[in-house]
């Protein structure tokens, strides 16, 4: 029989320079815009582990709704990387790597990554549907691992295309404001979005402050009456701990 704990999610062992731990003579960090996508996977791995623990606990109503919360942002998260299709701004992330990195994002196949994950994510809602926690501690592990794979081939990809749209000062502060957030951002679901994420990533940190840097993105991309809303639903989804060294960045 399958078992929830048979795989492993893996934690990112390399923080970005904005997640180094500063000391008092430092400068504050500068927002890297592209921490909203970059950190919104450890979002989706934090929710990972999130149902996998209760799954190891044979917890199926905790199971059930611990992935009905990752299966809402991630389809979120997906939303922001292929815009609506339609190819009319805002266009989602990955028409911006492939329009500034040499369709990158078609040659190494990663909207085939998101197809191929759907029928694990079947599987699934299948057995959750069923209710059948047997059946759902053999169709999870096989998710989280190719959920895994799937991250892993994208941050290969985006990392190295961002440095390099860096190097060369694209706008990326405008592709975040105009092509992505937009995406998402006028949903209903939008005030869950940055909840769920900084619930996660304040509890699945990883000894960096990855809830810190990817609300210093979102405020970078905010307009001042968006951030009086958003800060609001950090303040409340954060520990008071971290939500005082959000405050200690921003200028």
Partial sequence: MGCASSTQVKETPKPTAAEQPKTETEEKPKPQIFAIMRNGHEVIRGGMIEVKTALDKDDFDTAKKAWEHLAKFEGMHKTMEEGDGT?????????????????????????????????????????????????????????????????????????????????????LKKFMVVDILPTVKGSPDWEFFIKYANTILDKHHGGMPRARVFDHALWAAATPEEWKTWSVWMKESLSEKTYKELEAVLV
């Fill in 87 to 171: 190819g009319v701004s805002p266009t989602g992330f990955f028409k911006v790597l492939d329009l500034k990195a040499d369709g990158i994002v078609t040659t190494e196949g990663l909207y085939g990554l998101h197809t191929d994950l759907e029928i694990y994510e079947k599987a699934v809602n299948k057995a959750i549907k069923k209710k059948d926690l047997k059946a759902l501690k053999i169709a999870y592990p096989k998710f989280m691992e190719i959920n895994e794979a799937h991250l892993k081939k994208e941050e290969d990809v985006m990392m190295p295309s961002i440095q390099k749209m860096m190097k060369a000062q694209e706008p």
